[in-house]
């Protein structure tokens, strides 16, 4: 049997639609591996946000050009956000590369060993893309430029997908897009997403559903109630804030205050006081000063989030941001601003998370890790237990007993 390797990195959108490859070649009998030495079809699913994320998939590709000189017929493609509409350049750049397909789509090239598609079990938790492209063009970003404006897919489409997705094993949905907040408005009769996370959360089978990521200009009033209400819908998001500072945010072209960010935070916490919050931080936008830096360290020490996804400003060529202001905040001082961020976030968590000792938490085992079973909770908390019965796919209560920032571990109550 043919093998087949996913090499992925970035955004949870690239894991989304890299579940969904492989899928496609398992239908097409082709088997996953671990070691892309053993495959005989290699995708890399890359990403460019940032200047370190391009280099790590330049890198790969470097690597895996030595493999594919010592084994010509390996078939290698390269698809995500490095691929771009220029794919003259593309094949110029890396002619070894045997492929180049545009994020989201179907590689029309896959050779099919099965005239009929088999079925295949899916994991507990899968991610479901729901909505493709952006239209923020936030001055920093890349992706409008790589994706595309938006495109919804038909809530009925989706619903047959979760659907088939449960038939086959699957426990946990995750509604992905680059902005799951835009979902519908460009389908007839424009539903939102509070209205497809109500339309799927009447699945049999089906135990829970996530969503990321928001844009706190788009969150409304509909969605925090969709939370509060749906039985399936579990207490968490991100919303991403970027930066505690008005001016930045405004450079950043983000559309909205941190007044409003507050205030959106404080209904979302007075509605559902057990909502758990995660946001992203960027460090070092241009002109950006150590008063306006401290501004975001004051927000995210007031407004204690659960997890904090933070990285240093990086020019992506082609953004407004790139072409308009100069990258003047040097590079060492970038790093200590993220390393202070770091440090304030682990102190937080830590707190956060020691409050679950001796508690009893409810978690979807996803697999093993390490000789141990893992699995979030309701709230995103990566939990760790130790068992020998075979819990995959299974919901469990598990009894806190070790607490840290990342992660915590316990025992089946």
Not at 15 to 33: D, P, W
Not at 375 to 392: A, E, H, Y
């Amino acid at each position: 049997m043919p093998h087949y390797y996913i090499w992925t990195i970035g955004c949870q959108m690239n894991k989304a639609e890299s579940e969904r490859l492989g899928s496609l070649f398992e239908q097409h009998g082709y088997q996953a591996t671990t070691t892309a030495n053993e495959a005989d079809i290699i995708v890399l699913n890359s990403c460019v946000v940032r200047q370190s994320a391009e280099d790590k998939v330049t890198n790969k590709l470097d690597n895996l050009q030595v493999l594919k000189k010592q084994r010509p017929n390996l078939t290698l493609a390269l698809t995500g956000c490095l691929v771009d509409s220029n794919l003259a350049q593309l094949s110029k750049d890396f002619p070894y590369v045997d492929h180049f397909f545009k994020p989201g789509e179907i590689p029309l090239w896959l050779p099919g060993t099965q005239t009929t598609p088999q079925t295949q079990d899916a994991p507990p938790a899968v991610y479901l893309p729901i909505i493709q492209g952006c239209d923020n063009f936030c001055s920093y970003c890349i992706v409008p430029y790589r994706r595309g404006r938006e495109r919804s897919r038909p809530i009925e489409e989706l619903k047959n997908e979760v659907e088939d997705l449960v038939r086959r094993g699957a426990k946990e949905i995750t509604l992905v897009g680059q902005n799951v907040d835009s979902y519908g408005h460009d389908l007839p009769g424009k539903p939102d997403l509070a209205g497809l996370l109500s339309e799927l959360n009447g699945i049999e089978g089906l135990a829970r559903l996530r969503f990321l990521t928001n844009h706190p200009k788009d969150m409304t009033g509909r969605l925090i109630e969709a939370i509060a209400s749906l039985d399936k819908v579990c207490e968490q998001f991100n919303l991403p804030i970027q930066s505690g500072d008005n001016d930045i945010l405004k450079l950043m072209r983000r559309d909205y205050t941190v007044e409003h960010y507050h205030r959106l935070i404080a209904e979302t916490r007075r509605r559902i006081p057990e909502i758990s919050i995660s946001t992203d931080i960027i460090v070092g936008f241009p002109s950006e000063t150590e008063a306006q830096f401290q501004h975001t360290l004051d927000l995210l020490a007031e407004l204690r989030f659960e997890t904090v996804h933070v990285a240093a400003y990086s020019p992506r060529p082609g953004t407004i941001a790139a072409r308009e202001l100069e990258d003047n905040v040097p590079a060492a001082e970038k790093s200590r601003r993220l390393n202070q961020i770091e440090k304030l976030q682990e102190r937080i968590s830590t707190e956060v998370n020691a409050n679950l000792l001796g508690k009893t938490v409810e978690i979807l085992v996803e697999g093993r890790k390490k000789g141990k079973w893992q699995g979030r909770t309701r709230s995103g908390k990566l939990v760790f237990f130790t068992d020998s019965s075979n819990w995959r796919g299974r919901l469990v209560n598990i009894r806190i007993e070790k607490a840290g920032a990342w992660s915590l571990q316990g025992s089946p109550s």
